[in-house]
């Protein structure tokens, strides 16, 4: 029954749910679990992968090794790249870029994650705890959703999956050549081959687990009876899509273990094991 008082507030500033436009409620949540470990895990997981391969795409160096080419590296578009005959490299920036060539392709597959509907959750609540946890108070006390500069420019996901897609090719075409010996020769598979065709299955069922994929194959249409083609393809994105956190993290990771094997073999760490 009411009091007519109303309850004591926490000392401090007044922000997030405790902000004076909101309900008193004094506990910041009633979880009793370790609520902050998996944010703090994402975060961890998510910094680690961008230390690695910020330092990769500036390095510059040893991303190339017979017949195989980092994928962070690939297509090679400026005049400075390694010599290669992997695939479809051109000159498309000419000698003006001083630049890795890394920096010309990663900002692709970059803003593709980057807007990516699970990874705005993962980096929110990892590093901006917006909010930490579920049920746990997030502590802003402004909240304006993505309508402003600069999370508007989170609306670009869906075009970012095109320039995706594109890449996705790519890598599809380095993996083919990967079957190759250090001769180019065809017929031919290393531990390398593995590795390369690992990471691009894996690439390809995050792109295509893509919210915006689902969209595209099954948006728009008022009945499905009348597209039974598309019907289908929306079913098999929509499975796809219902493991689209476990395809985001394996993807990226294996994006990194091939790249990081191509740097070993560029280094001279040791030989491509060759099966055949």
Request: net charge positive; aromatic share 18%; glycine share 6%.
């Amino acid at each position: 029954m009411a009091t007519g008082t109303e309850p004591s507030r926490p000392a401090g500033r007044r922000t997030g749910v405790h902000d004076a436009s909101r309900a008193a409620i004094a506990p910041r949540h009633l979880r009793t679990d370790r609520w902050w470990l998996a944010p703090a895990v994402t975060a961890a997981g998510l910094f680690a992968f961008v230390v690695y391969s910020t330092w990769r795409a500036f390095a510059n160096a040893d991303y190339y090794h017979a017949p195989y080419v980092s994928p962070f590296y690939s297509p090679c578009l400026a005049d400075n790249c390694a010599p290669m005959r992997h695939g479809p490299n051109a000159d498309v920036f000419g000698s003006w870029w001083g630049l890795s060539p890394a920096l010309l392709i990663l900002v692709f597959p970059l803003g593709f994650r980057l807007t990516c509907y699970y990874y705005r959750k993962a980096y929110y609540r990892g590093f901006w705890a917006s909010p930490p946890a579920c049920a746990v108070a997030e502590p802003h006390t402004k909240y304006s959703g993505e309508t402003r500069f600069p999370l508007i420019l989170q609306n670009l996901h869906r075009y970012f999956f095109y320039f995706a897609v594109l890449v996705a090719g790519i890598l599809t075409y380095d993996t083919a050549l990967a079957f190759r010996d250090e001769h180019y020769r065809w017929g031919h598979m290393g531990l390398g081959s593995l590795v390369f065709l690992v990471n691009i299955a894996l690439i390809w069922t995050y792109t295509l687990s893509c919210h915006s994929c689902r969209h595209i194959v099954g948006g728009r249409l008022r009945h499905f009876s009348k597209h039974p083609v598309r019907y289908r393809l929306w079913g098999w994105v929509g499975k796809l899509n219902e493991r689209h956190m476990l395809l985001a993290w394996t993807s990226l990771i294996s994006v990194a273990l091939a790249d990081f094997y191509v740097y070993l073999l560029a280094t001279g760490a040791f030989d491509d094991p060759r099966f055949f």
